[in-house]
C-alpha cells in the first residue's frame, strides 16, 4: 500500500468513525468533543473536505475512544490475495458440492458460519490457520491453493483459477 493509499485508508476509517459518532449522539455534540465547529463536522461528513492534519487524527482518536489499529491496514483490510483464495476455495468447495453450511457445521467451534461464508466469497482475511482448516475440510492442499492464488495475484489473472 502506498502513502496515499495510507492516507485514503486513515481517512476512510476516521469517516466511518465520525459518522457512527454522529449518529449516536450529534455533529453538535462532536464537533464539542474535537473542539472544532458544526460546521466543519459537517463538510467532513459530506466529504466536500477530505482529510485534516495529524493534530486533527490524534485529537479525535483520543477524544473519540477509537482504536488506533483501526487506522491502520491490518488483517481487516482484503487483499488481493485474500480475495483469490476465496474464488479457489469457493470452487473447490463448489465442484465438490460442499455447501458453506456444511464446512461452518464441520468446523463448528473453530472458524464462525459468517467468516465461513466470508471467506468463500474472497470478503475476508484469511488466516494461516482458517486456510488449514478449509482446505482439510475440502480435502485440498493449503499449500497448492496457496500456491495457485500467489500465482493469479502475480500474474493478475484473478479471472482464470485452475486448481
Known amino acids: ?30 464537533a464539542k468533543r474535537l473542539n472544532v465547529g458544526k460546521a466543519q463536522i459537517s463538510r467532513w461528513i459530506s466529504e466536500s473536505q477530505r482529510g485534516g492534519n495529524l ?9 473519540l475512544n477509537m482504536d488506533w489499529g483501526d487506522l491502520v491496514p491490518g488483517e481487516n483490510v482484503i487483499s488481493e490475495f485474500d480475495e483469490a483464495l476465496g ?23 473453530k472458524v464462525s458460519s459468517q467468516k465461513i461464508t466470508s471467506i468463500l466469497q474472497g470478503k ?17 492442499s493449503a499449500d497448492k491453493v496457496f500456491t495457485q492464488a500467489n500465482k493469479i495475484v502475480n500474474e493478475g489473472k484473478a479471472s482464470e483459477i485452475a486448481v
Do not use: P
Not at 493534530?55 to 477524544?63: D, E, F, L
Not at 458440492?97 to 467451534?109: F, H, K, N, P, V
Open 124 to 140: 475476508a482475511h484469511v488466516s494461516a490457520e482458517e486456510l488449514f482448516l478449509v482446505c482439510q475440510t475440502l480435502g485440498c
Open 87 to 109: 474464488r479457489i476455495l469457493s470452487g473447490i468447495a463448489g465442484g465438490l458440492q460442499i455447501s458453506e453450511a456444511e464446512i461452518a457445521q464441520q468446523l463448528s467451534g
Open 1 to 30: 500500500m502506498n502513502e496515499i493509499e495510507m492516507l485514503d485508508y486513515i481517512w476512510s476509517r476516521f469517516h466511518a468513525h465520525l459518522l457512527s459518532e454522529v449518529e449516536k449522539t450529534s455533529q453538535s455534540d462532536v
Open 55 to 63: 493534530n486533527t487524527i490524534i485529537k479525535a482518536v483520543c477524544r
